[in-house]
């Protein structure tokens, strides 16, 4: 998944987090319209202030969505979130995710730093305030063993 993001680069890649409960399970890469509809000189000039708000726009293509969507269900999975990355730029939303987000959902963000991967955080919208909260989070190695042994299947 940060090889992902990190071929990306220096572009936002984005796509979905499926699971179930709170477990993420699996990235599902999905196309983003933006980056696709690149024009070269808009991210040729880094350092200006309207080539850094473009590096930060995404938008989930809504075909690959309803695939990512379908396989989930196939799965007995759901999706959770949506992750994106920030090129050169901290896992800190911006005013453009807040715009964009649903409180429905877990937003992860990776930050890539020159091509690398750098960090990751997990944000929420706060259905009240609309502003992001951020999220504690844990690695499990093998996600889908510890939600059977958790009985995350139940709500
Ligand atoms: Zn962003």
């Known amino acids: 998944m940060t090889r992902d993001a990190e071929s990306g680069y220096p572009y936002e890649v984005c796509g979905v987090m499926v ?3 709170d477990t993420v399970t699996h ?18 000039k880094t350092g200006d202030i309207d080539s850094n708000r473009l590096k930060d726009r995404y938008e989930l293509d809504p075909r690959s969505y309803i695939e990512a969507d379908s396989w989930a269900r196939e799965n007995g999975l759901e999706i959770l979130g949506i992750y994106h990355s920030h090129p050169d730029h901290p ?17 992860i963000i990776f930050s890539v730093n020159r091509g690398e ?3 990751a955080r997990i944000w929420c919208i706060d ?3 609309f502003q992001f909260e951020e999220r504690k989070f844990e690695i499990v190695k093998d996600p889908l063993e510890e939600m059977k042994k958790s009985g995350a299947t139940q709500p």
Do not use: H, I
């Open 27 to 44: 990235f599902r890469k999905c196309a983003n319209l933006v980056a696709d509809d690149k024009s070269e000189t808009a991210f040729k």
């Open 19 to 21: 699971g179930k409960g």
């Open 117 to 119: 991967f750098s960090d």
């Open 91 to 107: 896992s800190v939303p911006s005013e453009t995710d807040r715009q964009v987000a649903s409180p429905e959902w877990a937003y």
């Open 127 to 129: 259905e009240q305030s």
